[in-house]
T-cell receptor, first 117, second 111 residues
Framework: DVKVTQSSRYLVKRTGEKVFLECVQD?????MFWYRQDPGLGLRLIYFSYDVKMKEKGDIPEGYSVSREKKERFSLILESASTNQTSMYLCASSLVFTTTVGTDTQYFGPGTRLTVL | QKEVEQNSGPLSVPEGAIASLNCTYS??????FFWYRQYSGKSPELIMFIYSNGDKEDGRFTAQLNKASQYVSLLIRDSQPSDSATYLC???????????FGTGTRLKVLA
């Protein structure tokens, strides 16, 4: 079974704090993703990584950065948390992109509900 | 802008009925499509993926793909109250590792 874990289920931080969200997968997946999910807006991609030390911006990267020093771990960093970053953060991972059937399945972690006060 | 569209619902069906969830997509290059179920406060869990035109069955679930019409659907037979959740449709963004997600359809199965 694929297992994706996230460091916290619930997190409360203050405006201006630096926040680290950690994600670990145990299936040797190449690709890892960070999303945020807000009511009515669905899942929005923040950043993704297709290899160690490689990263690409998603649709809403502003105010976030990421780090992938090891294949199994992908960190999301909020440099200076703001109230509009209160959200559910979801990490996902998938195998290598294939050209035969398209992108492989993404498996999600349990999510971190972040509240910024 | 590549999009996946779903009706937000709620879609209410009686227990034991067939629930039909639909999704349309704009990226003609998309090859793979995915259905996820998400319970309130939880993360999405994969139900099925489909990449060939036609039907794919797995237990009570059937996914249908029509690439000509750019349409994906999920049928849930013998719906149970435990099927009550939000169902997310996602399509591969062609040529990338990314998915495009719909905003989800909320399904309520009435006992």
């Amino acid at each position: 079974d694929v297992k994706v874990t996230q460091s916290s289920r619930y997190l409360v931080k203050r405006t201006g704090e630096k926040v680290f969200l950690e994600c670990v997968q145990d299936m040797d997946h190449e690709n890892m993703f960070w999303y945020r999910q807000d009511p009515g807006l669905g899942l929005r991609l923040i950043y993704f990584s297709y290899d160690v030390k490689m990263k690409e911006k998603g649709d809403i990267p502003e105010g976030y950065s990421v780090s992938r020093e090891k294949k199994e771990r992908f960190s999301l960093i909020l440099e200076s948390a703001s109230t509009n970053q209160t959200s559910m953060y979801l990490c996902a991972s998938s195998l290598v992109f294939t050209t035969t059937v398209g992108t492989d399945t993404q498996y999600f972690g349990p999510g971190t509900r972040l509240t910024v006060l | 802008q590549k999009e996946v569209e779903q009706n937000s619902g709620p879609l209410s069906v009686p227990e034991g009925a067939i629930a039909s969830l639909n999704c349309t997509y704009s990226d003609r290059g998309s090859q793979s499509f995915f259905w996820y179920r998400q319970y309130s406060g939880k993360s999405p869990e994969l139900i099925m993926f489909i990449y060939s035109n036609g039907d794919k069955e797995d237990g009570r679930f059937t996914a249908q793909l029509n690439k000509a019409s750019q349409y994906v659907s999920l049928l849930i037979r013998d719906s149970q109250p435990s099927d009550s959740a939000t169902y997310l449709c996602a399509g591969e963004s062609s040529g990338t590792y990314k998915y495009i997600f719909g905003t989800g359809t909320r399904l309520k199965v009435l006992a």
